[in-house]
């Protein structure tokens, strides 16, 4: 059974760094786009940043722009997205998804998700 799991997520200061894996098993998600979202408290999940099956192509929220950057190692069936210059907005629960078409990632209907990993930034 196909399985994304999350680890990296935890508590930093305000202009910290976290970095995010996301491990990929019961199949290859070499041909996948894979991506990631998140969800704040009292909020909808929103899409964070999504990488092509290649890893040429990515795609970013605003908010994260020029901050967070995702990519993937397709030899360990893994992709991760490094945080840079956390803020206390960033604090949400992140997910890991997939699917092998990019524009149903991109808008929030993967085929696959992880089950979440707590990110939280304090002031």
């Known amino acids: 059974q196909a399985q994304l799991v999350e680890s990296g997520g935890g508590l930093v200061q305000a202009g910290g760094s976290l970095r995010l894996s996301c491990a990929a098993s019961?199949?290859?998600?070499?041909?996948?786009?894979m991506g990631w979202f998140r969800q704040a408290p009292g909020k909808e999940r929103e899409f964070v940043a999504t990488?092509?099956?290649?890893?040429?192509?990515?795609y970013y929220t605003d908010s994260v722009k020029d901050r967070f950057i995702i990519s993937r190692d397709k030899s360990k069936n893994t992709v991760y997205l490094q945080m840079n210059s956390l803020k206390p907005e960033d604090t949400a629960v992140y997910y890991c998804?997939?699917?092998?078409?990019?524009?149903?990632?991109?808008?929030?209907?993967?085929?696959?998700w992880g089950q979440g990993t707590q990110v939280t930034v304090s002031s």
């Open positions: 998804a997939a699917d092998s078409v990019g524009s149903r990632l991109r808008v929030g209907s993967p085929a696959y």
């Open positions: 990488i092509n099956y290649s890893g040429g192509t990515t």
């Open positions: 019961g199949r290859t998600f070499s041909s996948y786009a």
